[in-house]
C-alpha cells in the first residue's frame, strides 16, 4: 500500500533523523504545573470562545459570572450550590454551536449576529421577535426576500423550540463529560427557561426551574443589558421582566447590589476567581486538562456538519504521525492537545462562509485566515494551553512562506508544527466538504505530494504514510483471519 505494510516493526529510518531536530524546537512540558492549574482559570479562558460563537463581546460569561455569583451571595446560597452555579455561569454556552450551521441556512444570516441581537429580544412580545426577525434574516436583502425566508422559517415549524433544544442538550453533555456535577449539567440545560412557563426548551414553571437555572438566565440577560445600555438598562429590564422571565426573588437580589459602585466597577477586568468556593475548587490535573480539550473540540466540530469529527482526526493523525517520528509521551500528549484546539478560532467565522458550498470571495476567504489568529489569542489567555498556542495558531502556515496568517518560513516551523500542517491537510482531505466528497487515502497523499518539500515537510509526510499503513494493518489481519 504505502511502503512495507509492516514498517513499523522494523527500526523506523525517520525517528533517528527527527530526534535532534524534535529536542531542539520543543520546549520541554512541565506536567507538574499543569496539576496545580485552576479548572476555572482554564474555563474561565476558554469561555472567551464561546462568547465569540455567540457574537457577546469580550468577557460576557465571565462577567455573567460574577452577577450570577453575587447573587449567590445575596441568598446565601450553600458552596454546593455555588460551586454548581459556578461551572454553569462559565459553561452556560457550551451548546452555542451546535445550531449555527441550521440558524445559519434558514435565516440566511451570520449566526453568530442573529445570535447577539436575539439575547436583546423579550420573545413574549410577538411584536418585537417579529421585528427582529424582520431586521436579521436575509440581511441586505429586500423585502420580498426577507418576507420568503420568514415563511421557511414558519414552515420548518417550531424551529426556535428545536434550536433551544439542540442548544441546551449539547451545553448539559459537555458539561457531563467535563465530570462536573448533574446540578452544574441541568442548570445549563435549563438556561433559556422562564419563570411564567414561557421559555425553553421544556417550558418549565416557576420552581420547577432549577435555581441555579433561574440565576444563570436572570445573570446573562443582566449581563448583556449591562454591556450595551449600563445599569440603568439592566435594572430597566429586570423589573419589566420580574414575575415572566425571572423569579422575582432572584431579581429583588439583584437589585439588592445594583446601587454598589465597587462591584460593577470590577466588571472592567473580570476575575472569578476569588468566587469559586474554595473548598470544592477542581484542580486540571492532566486527565481533566485532556477533557477540557476533547469537551471543545467536540464545540468547535458541532459548528459545522462537515466537520463532525475533523478536530478529533486531526489530533488522531498528528499523534500517529508522531509516534512514528519517536515523540516522548509529554510531546505527543502537547501536539495531541493543539491538534484538538486548532481550529476554536473557527468559532468567530460565520457558518456562511464556513459551509458555502461555492467558491469563496476574496473578502469571505480573509475571514476564514482570521481564524488562526484567534485560536492563538484565546489559547493564550488559558495557563495550561499557553504553550501550544502557537503550536496550534500555525497550522496553516507553510516551509515557503506561503501559508497564512502570518507567513511564516521554514526557519519559524519546528516539526510538531509540520507535523500538524500535514496532519490538518490529510484529515481535510479524506473528509466530505461542502464542495466535494471525501477523498481515498491514496489520492489525498498525491495531492500533498504536489506540495513537498517545498511547502510541507517531506519526512512528515513519509511518517503519515507509514502511519497511514499502520491504520490499514488490523483490517487487512481481519481479512486474512477471516
Known amino acids: 500500500m504505502f511502503g512495507s505494510p509492516r514498517a513499523w516493526e522494523t527500526p523506523n529510518p525517520l525517528a533517528g533523523r527527527v530526534a535532534a531536530r524534535l529536542k531542539c524546537r520543543r520546549p520541554e512540558v512541565d506536567t507538574a504545573d499543569m496539576q496545580e492549574i485552576a479548572l476555572s482559570d482554564v474555563i474561565g479562558a476558554l469561555s472567551h470562545a464561546l462568547d465569540i460563537a455567540e457574537g457577546q463581546p469580550q468577557g460576557h460569561a465571565v462577567r455573567s459570572c460574577l452577577i450570577g455569583m453575587r447573587i449567590a451571595a445575596e441568598l446565601d446560597l450553600s458552596a454546593e450550590q455555588r460551586s454548581d452555579l459556578f461551572y454553569a455561569l462559565l459553561l452556560k454556552d457550551a451548546?452555542?454551536?451546535?445550531?449555527?450551521?441550521?440558524?445559519?441556512?434558514?435565516?440566511?444570516?451570520?449566526?453568530?449576529?442573529?445570535?447577539?441581537?436575539?439575547?436583546?429580544?423579550?420573545?413574549?412580545?410577538?411584536?418585537?421577535?417579529?421585528?427582529?426577525?424582520?431586521?436579521?434574516?436575509?440581511?441586505?436583502?429586500?423585502?420580498?426576500?426577507?418576507?420568503?425566508?420568514?415563511?421557511?422559517?414558519?414552515?420548518?415549524?417550531?424551529?426556535?423550540?428545536?434550536?433551544?433544544?439542540?442548544?441546551?442538550?449539547?451545553?448539559?453533555?459537555?458539561?457531563?463529560?467535563?465530570?462536573?456535577?448533574?446540578?452544574?449539567?441541568?442548570?445549563?440545560?435549563?438556561?433559556?427557561?422562564?419563570?411564567?412557563?414561557?421559555?425553553?426548551?421544556?417550558?418549565?414553571?416557576?420552581?420547577?426551574?432549577?435555581?441555579?437555572?433561574?440565576?444563570?438566565?436572570?445573570?446573562?440577560?443582566?449581563?448583556?443589558?449591562?454591556?450595551?445600555?449600563?445599569?440603568?438598562?439592566?435594572?430597566?429590564?429586570?423589573?419589566?421582566?420580574?414575575?415572566?422571565?425571572?423569579?422575582?426573588?432572584?431579581?429583588?437580589?439583584?437589585?439588592?447590589?445594583?446601587?454598589?459602585?465597587?462591584?460593577?466597577?470590577?466588571?472592567?477586568?473580570?476575575?472569578?476567581?476569588?468566587?469559586?468556593?474554595?473548598?470544592?475548587?477542581?484542580?486540571?490535573?492532566?486527565?481533566?486538562?485532556?477533557?477540557?480539550?476533547?469537551?471543545?473540540?467536540?464545540?468547535?466540530?458541532?459548528?459545522?456538519?462537515?466537520?463532525?469529527?475533523?478536530?478529533?482526526?486531526?489530533?488522531?493523525?498528528?499523534?500517529?504521525?508522531?509516534?512514528?517520528?519517536?515523540?516522548?509521551?509529554?510531546?505527543?500528549?502537547?501536539?495531541?492537545?493543539?491538534?484538538?484546539?486548532?481550529?476554536?478560532?473557527?468559532?468567530?467565522?460565520?457558518?456562511?462562509?464556513?459551509?458555502?458550498p461555492g467558491k469563496l470571495t476574496d473578502e469571505e476567504f480573509e475571514a476564514v485566515q482570521t481564524h488562526p489568529v484567534h485560536t492563538l489569542r484565546i489559547l493564550e489567555r488559558a495557563p495550561c494551553f499557553a504553550e501550544l498556542a502557537e503550536l496550534a495558531a500555525n497550522h496553516h502556515e507553510k516551509l515557503d512562506g506561503s501559508g497564512y496568517p502570518r507567513s511564516l518560513t521554514a526557519a519559524e516551523l519546528d516539526l510538531p508544527m509540520r507535523v500538524l500542517a500535514v496532519a490538518d491537510i490529510f484529515e481535510a482531505l479524506t473528509a466530505d466538504r461542502p464542495y466535494r466528497g471525501p477523498l481515498p487515502a491514496q489520492e489525498a497523499l498525491a495531492i500533498i505530494d504536489r506540495d513537498v518539500p517545498h511547502k510541507l515537510d517531506a519526512e512528515v509526510r513519509r511518517a503519515l504514510a507509514i502511519h497511514i499503513a499502520r491504520e490499514s494493518e488490523p483490517a487487512s489481519q481481519s481479512a486474512v483471519a477471516a
Not at 417550531?158 to 442548544?167: G, L
Not at 423569579?247 to 437589585?255: H, Y
Not at 475548587?281 to 463532525?308: M, N, Q, Y
Open 95 to 356: 451548546g452555542c454551536s451546535a445550531n449555527a450551521n441550521r440558524m445559519s441556512i434558514l435565516f440566511d444570516a451570520d449566526d453568530r449576529e442573529a445570535k447577539a441581537t436575539s439575547k436583546l429580544i423579550d420573545w413574549s412580545d410577538r411584536r418585537s421577535a417579529f421585528l427582529w426577525s424582520l431586521r436579521t434574516v436575509a440581511p441586505g436583502a429586500g423585502l420580498r426576500r426577507k418576507i420568503e425566508v420568514l415563511r421557511g422559517i414558519s414552515d420548518e415549524g417550531d424551529v426556535t423550540r428545536r434550536f433551544m433544544e439542540a442548544r441546551c442538550d449539547r451545553g448539559a453533555e459537555i458539561a457531563r463529560m467535563l465530570f462536573l456535577s448533574e446540578g452544574t449539567a441541568t442548570a445549563i440545560r435549563s438556561l433559556d427557561e422562564h419563570w411564567d412557563g414561557k421559555g425553553m426548551p421544556d417550558g418549565l414553571l416557576g420552581e420547577e426551574i432549577p435555581l441555579p437555572a433561574r440565576i444563570l438566565c436572570l445573570a446573562q440577560t443582566m449581563e448583556v443589558f449591562y454591556a450595551t445600555g449600563g445599569i440603568r438598562a439592566a435594572r430597566k429590564v429586570a423589573k419589566q421582566r420580574r414575575g415572566r422571565w425571572f423569579d422575582p426573588t432572584l431579581v429583588d437580589a439583584f437589585l439588592n447590589f445594583t446601587d454598589d459602585r465597587e462591584f460593577w466597577a470590577s466588571m472592567e477586568t473580570p476575575d472569578v476567581s476569588e468566587w469559586e468556593p474554595q473548598d470544592l475548587a477542581l484542580i486540571g490535573d492532566d486527565a481533566r486538562l485532556d477533557r477540557i480539550a476533547e469537551a471543545f473540540a467536540r464545540v468547535i466540530d458541532a459548528k459545522s456538519p462537515f466537520t463532525a469529527r475533523h478536530s478529533e482526526r486531526v489530533a488522531e493523525i498528528a499523534d500517529g504521525i508522531a509516534d512514528v517520528l519517536g515523540f516522548d509521551a509529554g510531546e505527543r500528549r502537547v501536539l495531541r492537545r493543539a491538534g484538538l484546539l486548532h481550529d476554536i478560532g473557527k468559532l468567530a467565522v460565520s457558518n456562511r462562509i464556513l459551509d458555502k
